[in-house]
């Protein structure tokens, strides 16, 4: 059996959500991952997000105590933003992000704004009634600016021969935590999915699409229906000699949200098979609470 990442047009969401939500439906259950064109998000947007992270990365070492490695033994740099409130960051910026703060936020709020058409396409598939919220049954869950986990992230790859990284893994094999993932990758290719238990499938750039994937909650939200599917970035021949940067936006739900049964019969009865399932059999905890117990488990030792 092959598979591969489907590519889903959302330029018909407006005049067919039910066509474009069965489609979003059908990658949700089997792969967990989907690019999305015409999307909406101004190109010239996610240009200047690229610059930008590029020009931070740049900077000389005196600023680099801003960038956090992800494990010492992988060579990746990182910034995260949290959400933007009343026009502030979450923490203090370094000067470089501060002068641009005001397009930092507008491209985090259109982030979120294309996560939510998504997730409009999640809950006109799964058919919940108009009664319960209908199309905005999860979007009413993840209001920008009430507290949650969600994060717009830079990342940047830095060149190096193979013998700087020795290993063919870059970024080790993991699935996300939240709801959902939109990925923006530039020029240079390297995630990999891992399509089914044994095989791993390359994600290729797709002009002026993103990557989406489903996160842990979400798969745990839906009793399994939909998949929170491993995925990694492998060393490529390219990257010995050019920088790969890639900007993840991880959508979570508020902190307050229960991660209670959604009012729809697609979704199965809860099992105890839910892969990462971190809440006990018939607990219904918040999203904040599960964020913090993948954290804890993860930086446990
Ligand atoms: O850099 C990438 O392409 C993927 C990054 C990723 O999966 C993550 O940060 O969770
Ligand atoms: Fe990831």
Redesign the pocket.
Known sequence: MSYQIPVIDFGHFDTNPKQVAQEVLEACKTIGFFYIVNHGLPKDQIEHSFELAKDFFDLPSEEKHWILRIKSKEIIKSFNFRNFVDGKSFAPLPPIFEKEQAFVEGFSRACHATAMRVLQAFAIALEIPEEEGGANWFSDRHTYDKPSGEIL?F?KYPKGGESTYKEPVR?GA?S?YGSI?L?F?KDVP??EVKASRTEWISAPLIQDSILVNVGDQLQEWTNGLFKSTL?R?TFLPEHAHKDRY?M?VFIHPEDATLLSPIPSSIIPPPSEDVLNGVAKKGEIISAGEHLKRRLDATYKY
């Open positions: 992230r990342l970024a993991h996300d993932t990925l990758q390297g995630l995925h970035v890639s993840p």
